[in-house]
């Protein structure tokens, strides 16, 4: 053990004699590099022989030399300093998510115990359980917020997405799915929202145009809703949101919108931040959950939908889901939102866009391009009041809608008869009017129609809605003065190919073509 000692002894004591060394050699070294004195000195035995340019020479050599040296040592400490400061900021940040995390975590063990603890206190209160239930959830939303602002303000020093890395952080833990009601029919379904409608907000619709709003959701992704001011034309997806209990994001378009960065923003190059929209926060919220989403363009029209939809339009059209996606930035950053894909966003498909429009002097036509790929309603009066039953929210999920519309194009596809009628009637109007109907028609036509059916209607009343709605309307780009006899005769053919009085929608709408002029 002796032998080893001395060894380790002198082992040891020879690394530390280096060790000591190297910090002898650095201080030496700086010592000589600053050794003024020697400068001096050796500025003295060699001047005598300096001319005035070597004098100014020489004086400049040696300052700037030691402004590079003062300049390379600023540098070091500033860099030393920004990083003890972004270290800092990383394990504050770090500590404040973590502490948001734990929050999280126990907002859902008492949102687990919320059922058991408001049964037991009903009887104790005298209160009645959704009385409870209403106090209770109104507290949740409000330590929701609360968490929500703490989160953005901690994620804003490290991403460049905030809302969207917030959304990332809100459901990170996430354990339990939300429960859905899923026991419900779309007859049912249009119903209860008619009822729900008229109890909780005073809005009186008349069942048709329910059923027109959610046979339209299955035919496609944008809905446009049109009329006179004061027919509920943004109250009804509003409501929707209330009904499904998943509030609509509201937009409300601007005469200035030019472009798609109005919808979803855009990257800032100054700030090294995106400029993230209501919009975009909600798309991107919507690929994390199963419910049914509203985003309303409230006044669509004030602006030219071409120009800040257009983008939007095209991807909704294209046939597989899959390729919905939009380019937010040109490059992936480590630190981007989790379900961005090298910059870009995939749309989640349980996403309806529903726009209002008002035709008046202040606002644009809408191009066929839109019309053709939106479902349209018209709401032209006001509604009737009417007594319904008391009708509760319901959150019912995306995915039993989409099965409930593929139900009904199953049970209740068009008939037959009414395709071999429909294109009779396509053969007369391009013959007579030189208009189309198009695959993209025909292919909203056969998913609205069975939905349509499922809702409660007939059939003849959906295929007369989408004549009208989709077709006949392409007659206002002609010159009605010419075409006024040849609208008489195409009333006749959809009396002879549907029955006399029939199709009321169509007939009614071409009535009034025929009176402007």
Known sequence: MYGFLTWFKAFFGYMLDGLLMIFKGIVFGIGKMFDFSYYFRLWSQES????ALDWICSVLAFILTYAVWAGLIFLIVLGIRKFVRFRKSVVGNEDLLE????????????????????????????????????MFEEEMKSAAETLDGAEETAIAETSRFVRLSAVDA??????????????????ELCEDLRNYACVNNALYYDIRTIRLMIAGLASTKLIILQ???????????????????????????????RDRNELFGYFNEFTKKFNETEVLRRIYESSYNDDINVIILDEMNIARVEYYFAEMLSVLEMPNPD???IELVPSAWENDPKKLDQGALKIPQNVWYIGTINNDDSTF????????RAFVINLDSKGIPFEAPQTEAKRIAYSHVEELYKKAMADYPVSEKALD??????????????????????????????????CG???TDAVDYMLATKVFRKFESLNLSLIRDEIRGLIGTLDQLFGKGTMKESIAYLQRLQKMY
């Open 323 to 325: 390729e919905w996606r």
């Open 457 to 459: 209607g007939t059939e």
């Open 421 to 454: 009628n429909i294109s009779k009637l396509d053969l007369y109007v391009i013959d007579h009017f030189r208009v189309a109907f198009g695959n993209r028609i025909l292919k909203q036509l056969k998913q609205f129609v069975p939905v349509y059916v499922a």
């Open 365 to 372: 036509s809408v191009s066929d391009k839109v019309y053709d």
């Open 48 to 51: 005598s022989n300096f001319t």
């Open 170 to 187: 809100k459901y990170t833990f996430v354990e339990n799915p939300p429960e859905y009601y899923n026991e419900i029919n779309l007859k």
């Open 99 to 134: 502490e948001i995390s734990d929050l999280h975590r126990d907002v859902l063990r008492l949102t687990a115990e919320k059922e058991r603890i408001m049964q037991l206190k009903v009887t104790q209160a005298g209160l009645s359980y959704e009385q409870m239930k209403r």
């Open 227 to 257: 009329g006179i001011s004061g027919t509920g034309k943004t109250s009804l997806p509003y409501v929707m949101g209330k009904y499904f209990q998943n509030d609509a994001t509201i937009a409300s378009v601007q005469p200035s919108w």
